[in-house]
């Protein structure tokens, strides 16, 4: 049986594994991708706005400082990158794994049967394709309760006047004084989305499991007092902050909104994180929960093994000795006569 190494368990080697294990938590995924993009089809509550409170709801329309396809980018890319450089250096796939969830089974299984001259190629290409585990459930969870929220809420933007009414002219119910948009119903429908921001929220999903999982594999805990290592936890969430700051400056969202969405988003990446790993300060920070029990389970098999080979010896020297004492029996029955007869003789 050989040794336990570590750093050992590659896509290669242990990739199967790791992915059938853990087929359910990709159909949760799935199901979470379904739900956010219902979410995000479907219309939020209109919430009453009145001609006295578009006083704080009539800012300009901007440009976002950050734009949409920027969040996914910075919250999601970035994280999963210095994931796979982490896997490149250790080539530990339960940590790729639990950082990061593999594309398909199928692929999976016919990367095995690759020659041995392509894989280190195909190595590469599937982890490109792997989606991150905890990284993925932070961001897609924290996704789905932002856009619920945001849909059940329906808080008008600070420029909700200017989406309203592109003109400038307002135009109110005459009994409820409630607005009668006039602009562009997909931007108005945006318009309703205010509370708690997708921006910030999503980037302290992805950002704060990212500062999670540095703070656990630089051991930022270890009791040794390195001030910068603190420094580097604390500069994805800094990042998250500026995005969540642009929101506002952007007059995107209310402060509430920012705050609110940074709090989802950094509690759901604490408890996804939890779900995979350890606590940093922990003595075994550095590894996910199912890289040491599967360290576990193969030390449990090697001493079966050792057991076995003991029994095995154990049986094998009764049987040898069990036969020498069969042959002793055979060689004394067989020259007994010739004993006797030469007694005999001597007699005579």
Same mark, same amino acid.
């Given at each position: 049986?050989?040794?336990?190494?570590?750093?050992?368990? %590659?896509?290669?080697?242990?990739?199967?594994?790791?992915?059938?294990?853990?087929?359910?938590?990709?159909?949760?995924?799935?199901?979470?991708?379904?739900?956010?993009?219902?979410?995000?089809?479907? *219309?939020?509550?209109?919430?009453?706005?009145?001609?006295?409170?578009?006083?704080?709801? /009539?800012?300009?329309?901007?440009? !976002?400082?950050?734009?949409?396809?920027?969040?996914? +980018?910075?919250?999601?890319?970035?994280?999963?990158?210095?994931?796979?450089?982490?896997?490149?250096?250790?080539?530990?796939?339960?940590?790729?794994?639990?950082?990061?969830? &593999?594309?398909?089974?199928?692929?999976?299984?016919?990367?095995?049967?690759?020659?041995?001259?392509?894989? $280190? $190629?195909?190595?590469?290409? %599937?982890?490109?394709?792997?989606?991150? %585990? &905890?990284?993925?459930? /932070?961001?897609?969870?924290?996704?789905?309760?932002?856009?619920?929220?945001?849909?059940?809420?329906?808080?008008?933007?600070?420029?909700?006047?200017?989406? $309203?009414?592109?003109?400038?002219?307002?135009?109110? !119910?005459?009994?409820? %004084?409630?607005?009668?948009?006039?602009?562009?119903?997909?931007?108005?429908?945006?318009?309703?989305? =205010?509370?708690?921001?997708?921006?910030?929220?999503? #980037?302290?999903?992805?950002?704060?499991?990212? =500062?999670?999982?540095?703070?656990?594999?630089?051991?930022?805990?270890?009791?040794?007092?390195?001030?910068?290592?603190?420094?580097?936890?604390?500069?994805?969430?800094?990042?998250?902050?500026?995005?969540? +700051?642009?929101?506002?400056?952007?007059?995107?969202?209310?402060?509430?909104?920012?705050?609110?969405?940074?709090?989802?988003?950094?509690?759901?990446? #604490?408890?996804?994180?939890?779900?995979?790993?350890?606590?940093?300060?922990?003595?075994?920070?550095?590894?996910?929960?199912?890289?040491?029990?599967?360290?576990?389970? /193969?030390?449990?098999?090697?001493?079966?093994?050792?057991?076995?080979?003991?029994? !095995?010896?154990?049986? /094998? *020297?009764?049987?040898?000795?069990?036969?020498?004492?069969?042959?002793?029996?055979?060689?004394?029955?067989?020259? #007994?006569?010739?004993?006797? &007869?030469?007694?005999?003789?001597?007699?005579?």
């Amino acid at each position: 049986m050989p040794e336990i190494q570590l750093g050992a368990h %590659t896509l290669r080697s242990h990739g199967v594994k790791v992915a059938r294990t853990h087929m359910h938590d990709w159909l949760i995924l799935l199901l979470l991708v379904v739900i956010d993009v219902i979410l995000n089809v479907i *219309e939020p509550f209109h919430r009453f706005v009145g001609r006295d409170m578009m006083t704080d709801l /009539s800012y300009p329309l901007k440009d !976002n400082t950050v734009p949409f396809w920027a969040v996914p +980018i910075v919250a999601i890319l970035l994280p999963f990158v210095i994931i796979l450089v982490y896997y490149f250096i250790r080539r530990d796939v339960y940590d790729l794994h639990h950082a990061i969830l &593999g594309s398909s089974q199928s692929l999976i299984d016919f990367i095995v049967l690759i020659p041995d001259v392509c894989m $280190c $190629c195909i190595d590469v290409i %599937t982890q490109q394709i792997m989606i991150d %585990t &905890g990284l993925l459930f /932070s961001v897609l969870i924290t996704g789905v309760i932002t856009d619920a929220i945001k849909d059940a809420v329906g808080r008008p933007r600070p420029d909700f006047f200017w989406r $309203c009414f592109p003109d400038g002219k307002g135009v109110f !119910n005459n009994v409820t %004084t409630d607005v009668m948009c006039t602009g562009v119903k997909s931007v108005i429908k945006e318009g309703h989305k =205010s509370f708690p921001s997708g921006h910030t929220s999503w #980037s302290f999903a992805g950002l704060g499991f990212l =500062s999670w999982y540095l703070s656990g594999k630089i051991r930022a805990f270890d009791r040794r007092g390195h001030v910068a290592k603190l420094c580097i936890i604390f500069l994805p969430l800094l990042v998250a902050a500026l995005i969540g +700051i642009s929101r506002v400056d952007d007059y995107w969202h209310h402060w509430q909104d920012v705050f609110a969405g940074g709090l989802i988003g950094l509690t759901v990446a #604490s408890f996804c994180y939890l779900q995979f790993f350890p606590p940093p300060y922990d003595i075994d920070g550095w590894g996910p929960h199912a890289y040491f029990q599967m360290l576990a389970e /193969s030390r449990n098999g090697s001493e079966s093994y050792n057991n076995m080979n003991c029994l !095995n010896v154990r049986q /094998s *020297e009764l049987q040898s000795v069990y036969i020498d004492s069969q042959h002793q029996n055979v060689l004394n029955r067989d020259t #007994s006569p010739i004993l006797e &007869g030469a007694e005999g003789e001597r007699r005579h």
